[in-house]
């Protein structure tokens, strides 16, 4: 009989969206006629925008013709999205041969740790989407240092005490706290990861969100950042892609390793031989999306989300507790003092029929936290703030 991977044991035994959707059905067999609002994952919910279901729709009715069909393409993504993204998200900052079309951004932060193998170290921020960890753990990662991110220090960890690690994910608006980073914040990471020769892995799926201007989009804003960073970003939140699947990562020509070797050889290699590309079809929703039009329909999908955050913000305010998020966001991270996050979970879902997602499910620093998504029917909402109130 074949051994178990000794990397799986280190995981454990359920992933903590699917243990949100066990705990919820569980709920629903006791009380078949609650009315549940899910406030858990974070999932989109307005339909998608009409000038980016036509780009869908049309790839759709080219590929049943003879002239339009196309077959396998470049694994690498589509010549002309890649263009789209390097110009309109990066207003040409990178070049469209250092963009990688991927179908989403969890695919990519799995696939990606193929690059650096088991032997690296890595630095997450304590609370973190669990993807970065348990994705590690699985390629055999053993050594994992953890930033805190709390309220206290504007949820940006203490560069000054953190140890060297090759490897150090950031994610920024950070899910689940709602932070930003800002220019300077971002300076300073840049900064360090120069200084100890590591490598940052900059998750920016949620860029779309960023109201202030003066909070960077993208970690390719601060000088130096190519060398130094990979960026990995996703048309999911930015024009509900959730089940289309759509996203991409950046590999900059100046980011080597240790012997000179550039990383994005590397990467190509990994992608043309493991992956086949994302769908033809979602790539051209993806160009949709980087027309004017496209743009301007995600940017009020953004706003709408965003008022969502802004309802459920003011109502915890009102009622006393610490909230933190939702402003350039789809988060909003609620502080319980000395509670604990699956038990206020249980509150949450028995007493008021809510789904939140429990804090200390993104780390230890979650514990005394739930994270509220602002992604929601606004009627839902309004159903939501009556029942809190
Ligand atoms: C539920 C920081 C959500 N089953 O859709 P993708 O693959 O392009 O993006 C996934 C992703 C990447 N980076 C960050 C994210 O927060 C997410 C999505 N996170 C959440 O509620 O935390 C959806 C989670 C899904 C999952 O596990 O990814």
């Given at each position: 009989?074949?051994?178990?991977?000794?990397?799986?044991?280190?995981?454990?035994?359920?992933?903590l969206?699917?243990?949100?959707?066990?705990?919820?059905?569980?709920?629903?067999?006791?009380?078949?006629?609650?009315?549940?609002?899910?406030?858990?994952?974070g999932?989109?919910?307005?339909?998608?925008?009409?000038?980016?279901?036509?780009?869908?729709?049309?790839?759709?009715?080219?590929?049943?013709?003879?002239?339009?069909?196309?077959?396998?393409?470049?694994?690498?993504?589509?010549?002309?999205?890649?263009?789209?993204?390097?110009?309109?998200?990066?207003?040409?900052?990178?070049?469209?041969?250092?963009?990688?079309?991927?179908?989403?951004a969890k695919?990519?932060i799995?696939?990606?740790?193929?690059?650096?193998?088991?032997?690296?170290?890595?630095?997450v921020q304590?609370p973190a989407y669990p993807v970065y960890i348990e994705?590690?753990?699985?390629?055999?990662?053993?050594?994992?240092?953890?930033?805190?991110?709390?309220?206290?220090?504007?949820?940006?960890?203490?560069?000054?005490?953190?140890?060297?690690?090759?490897?150090?994910y950031?994610c920024?608006?950070n899910n689940p706290?709602?932070?930003?980073?800002?220019?300077?914040?971002?300076?300073?990471?840049?900064?360090?990861?120069?200084?100890?020769?590591?490598?940052?892995?900059?998750d920016?799926a949620?860029?779309?969100?960023?109201?202030?201007?003066?909070?960077?989009?993208?970690?390719?804003?601060?000088?130096?950042?190519?060398?130094?960073?990979?960026?990995?970003?996703?048309?999911?939140?930015?024009?509900?892609?959730?089940?289309?699947?759509?996203?991409?990562?950046?590999?900059?020509?100046?980011?080597?390793?240790?012997?000179?070797?550039?990383?994005?050889?590397?990467?190509?290699?990994?992608?043309?031989?493991?992956?086949?590309?994302?769908?033809?079809?979602?790539?051209?929703?993806?160009?949709?999306?980087?027309?004017?039009?496209?743009?301007?329909?995600?940017?009020?999908?953004?706003?709408?989300?965003?008022?969502?955050?802004?309802?459920?913000?003011?109502?915890?305010?009102?009622?006393?507790?610490?909230?933190?998020?939702?402003?350039?966001?789809?988060?909003?991270?609620?502080?319980?003092?000395?509670?604990?996050?699956?038990?206020?979970?249980?509150?949450?879902?028995?007493?008021?029929?809510?789904?939140?997602?429990?804090?200390?499910?993104f780390g230890?620093?979650?514990?005394?936290?739930?994270?509220?998504?602002?992604?929601?029917?606004?009627?839902?909402?309004?159903?939501?703030?009556?029942?809190?109130?």
């Amino acid at each position: 009989m074949i051994s178990r991977n000794p990397n799986l044991i280190q995981l454990s035994s359920s992933y903590l969206f699917p243990e949100i959707n066990r705990r919820k059905q569980e709920f629903l067999l006791t009380h078949p006629q609650a009315s549940l609002i899910s406030l858990g994952i974070g999932d989109t919910t307005e339909p998608i925008p009409e000038s980016i279901v036509e780009g869908l729709i049309l790839a759709s009715v080219q590929l049943g013709t003879r002239k339009g069909y196309t077959g396998y393409g470049p694994e690498q993504g589509m010549a002309e999205l890649r263009k789209k993204i390097a110009s309109t998200i990066y207003f040409n900052s990178v070049q469209p041969e250092e963009v990688f079309v991927s179908d989403g951004a969890k695919c990519d932060i799995g696939r990606l740790q193929m690059l650096f193998g088991s032997q690296v170290s890595i630095a997450v921020q304590d609370p973190a989407y669990p993807v970065y960890i348990e994705g590690s753990l699985i390629q055999g990662v053993k050594k994992i240092v953890f930033m805190p991110c709390r309220p206290e220090n504007q949820f940006f960890p203490d560069l000054s005490h953190l140890q060297h690690t090759d490897l150090i994910y950031f994610c920024s608006p950070n899910n689940p706290t709602g932070a930003a980073a800002t220019k300077k914040q971002l300076e300073q990471l840049v900064a360090f990861a120069k200084a100890n020769r590591s490598i940052i892995i900059y998750d920016s799926a949620y860029a779309t969100y960023i109201q202030d201007p003066q909070i960077p989009k993208s970690i390719y804003q601060i000088e130096g950042a190519k060398e130094v960073a990979i960026e990995i970003s996703s048309f999911s939140k930015m024009a509900g892609f959730t089940g289309v699947r759509l996203g991409w990562t950046v590999i900059p020509e100046e980011l080597r390793y240790e012997d000179g070797s550039a990383v994005r050889a590397d990467w190509n290699r990994i992608t043309t031989t493991l992956f086949n590309g994302a769908s033809t079809i979602s790539q051209w929703g993806g160009c949709a999306i980087l027309e004017e039009k496209g743009m301007q329909e995600i940017a009020q999908l953004a706003s709408y989300y965003l008022e969502n955050a802004q309802l459920l913000r003011e109502t915890f305010q009102r009622l006393g507790y610490e909230v933190y998020g939702g402003e350039n966001a789809p988060y909003l991270w609620v502080r319980f003092k000395g509670q604990k996050s699956w038990d206020l979970f249980q509150h949450f879902l028995e007493n008021y029929h809510i789904v939140t997602t429990p804090g200390s499910g993104f780390g230890q620093e979650g514990e005394g936290f739930l994270r509220f998504t602002a992604f929601g029917l606004r009627q839902n909402i309004h159903t939501i703030l009556n029942r809190l109130s």
